[in-house]
């Protein structure tokens, strides 16, 4: 028996399938692999947007309060970056911060 014998094959990470911006583009709906479907706002994607500018690299604090982003915060633009992430414009003209799969999952919330 060899060493990778006794390795077990990673977990698969949850990948969209269908990505949508709302009519009024405050919110995403994504449609999982797995069949899920779930719900972010514009306001929540901006207020947690991992790139440098909004998280200090070192100690992972963010750089302002999630709290101050507007409720009203609409979706301009997706991207995606690869097959592994999808990167936004926000209303704000914010758009540096890259969301990978995994993180775009917990971030939403099941779709009612």
């Known amino acids: ?8 094959p990673a977990k698969r990470a949850p990948v969209a399938t269908e990505v949508k911006v709302a009519e009024d583009q405050k ?5 999982w692999n797995d069949g899920a479907v779930t719900r972010i706002t514009g306001q929540k994607l901006r207020g ?8 200090e ?3 992972g604090r963010r ?3 999630p709290s101050s982003i507007d409720s ?23 758009r540096i911060g890259i969301y990978h799969w995994t ?10």
């Open 1 to 8: 028996m060899t060493f990778w014998d006794h390795l077990k």
């Open 27 to 31: 919110t995403l709906v994504l449609t």
């Open 57 to 59: 690299e070192w100690s």
């Open 63 to 65: 750089t302002f309060d």
């Open 72 to 94: 009203q915060m609409k979706i301009i633009e997706v991207a995606p970056v690869g097959n592994y992430a999808l990167c936004f414009t926000f209303g704000d003209a914010h």
């Open 48 to 55: 947690q947007c991992p790139c440098a500018e909004c998280v």
């Open 103 to 112: 993180y775009l999952r917990e971030l939403s919330a099941p779709a009612p």
